[in-house]
């Protein structure tokens, strides 16, 4: 499995577009083979960061994220919106057995 974060902080008069944006997104992207978890939710320390969580069944399942022509108008609209550049961290995971 893989398993990616990302944040992005919003302009203060950005939030709202931002938001809403992120909502679209995650809801498309949870459509898209491979997608096991796609959530976005609003840092309660800094109401401002919005932070995504995605499960992806593998590597070539997130390829094929990043080449969906939505997936890039999002990044280019979210890092339009942002007051610094948004992180994106990837790890590769394996479910432990409890």
Request: some cysteine; charged content about 25%; proline content about 5%.
């Amino acid at each position: 499995m893989i398993i990616v974060t990302g944040s992005v902080e919003a302009r203060s008069e950005a939030l709202d577009e931002l938001l809403a944006l992120s909502l679209e997104h995650v809801r498309r992207s949870r459509d898209e083979p491979g997608c096991l978890l796609h959530s976005v939710h609003q840092d309660v320390e800094n109401s401002r960061r919005v932070v995504f969580v995605e499960h992806w069944s593998d590597r070539k399942a997130l390829a094929e994220h990043f080449k969906v022509p939505a997936s890039h108008e999002f990044v280019a609209a979210a890092t339009a919106l942002a007051a610094s550049p948004p992180t994106i961290e990837i790890y590769e995971a394996t479910p432990a057995r409890v």
